[in-house]
T-cell receptor, first 115, second 113 residues
Framework: DGGITQSPKYLFRKEGQNVTLSCEQN?????MYWYRQDPGQGLRLIYY???????QKGDIAEGYSVSREKKESFPLTVTSAQKNPTAFYLC??????????????FGQGTRLTVV | RKEVEQDPGPFNVPEGATVAFNCTYS??????FFWYRQDCRKEPKLLMS???SGNEDGRFTAQLNRASQYISLLIRDSKLSDSATYLC??????????????FGKGTKLSVIP
């Protein structure tokens, strides 16, 4: 079955450490996105990639880095420069806008907590 | 003006009520429209796509108005289990074969016994 897999589901990080969140998709989609969600807040765009080996900053890219070496994978690194990294992180990989879709194009999310 | 705007709510309605949400978008190149439902601390899940002709799925009706650039979601006979945040999602063509995905911030619905 095609889908988007995020791992791990829960992640704990010590202050000052970098951590990498995984997002893998087997949908053969070109676009992949990373969002951050804080409690009671909407989704905010961190980075996105429309094609392999290319990515752009979103609204809140500071303190984060990404790579897109393969179509299937778009890992997000939360660096020590991110002042408040505790949040719920969502990866999305939508199809091109050719009309309605029946599958949901989100991963299950990673909840990152700084301890 | 924000690209995709939703009334954040919360909408507090009694069971059995009918409730409607609107979402406006500013990009006229927008092509695909969706309503997602997000429960607390969970990922968003697709509720329904929105078609120009309007579409219905049980108690839920979605409509698109391209001229006025908004989509709507109507929930009839609200159930307690409908309590969630409803996200409007828009995909727009951004040139060179690429598409841009944009979310509204969500509208929170609480259905009260």
């Amino acid at each position: 079955d095609g889908g988007i897999t995020q791992s791990p589901k829960y992640l704990f990080r010590k202050e000052g450490q970098n951590v990498t969140l995984s997002c893998e998709q087997n949908l053969n989609h070109d676009a992949m996105y990373w969002y951050r969600q804080d409690p009671g807040q909407g989704l905010r765009l961190i980075y996105y990639s429309q094609i392999v080996n290319d990515f752009q900053k979103g609204d809140i890219a500071e303190g984060y880095s990404v790579s897109r070496e393969k179509k299937e994978s778009f890992p997000l690194t939360v660096t020590s420069a991110q002042k408040n990294p505790t949040a719920f992180y969502l990866c999305a990989s939508p199809p091109p806008g050719w009309g309605g879709v029946t599958e949901a194009f989100f991963g299950q999310g990673t909840r990152l907590t700084v301890v | 003006r924000k690209e995709v705007e939703q009334d954040p709510g919360p909408f507090n309605v009694p069971e059995g009520a009918t409730v409607a949400f609107n979402c406006t978008y500013s990009n006229s190149a927008s092509q695909s429209f969706f309503w997602y439902r997000q429960d607390c601390r969970k990922e968003p899940k697709l509720l329904m796509s929105v078609y120009s002709s309007g579409n219905e799925d049980g108690r839920f009706t979605a409509q698109l108005n391209r001229a006025s650039q908004y989509i709507s979601l109507l929930i009839r006979d609200s159930k307690l289990s409908d309590s969630a945040t409803y996200l409007c999602v828009v995909i727009a063509y951004s040139g060179a074969g690429s598409y841009q995905l944009t979310f509204g911030k969500g509208t929170k619905l609480s259905v009260i016994p």
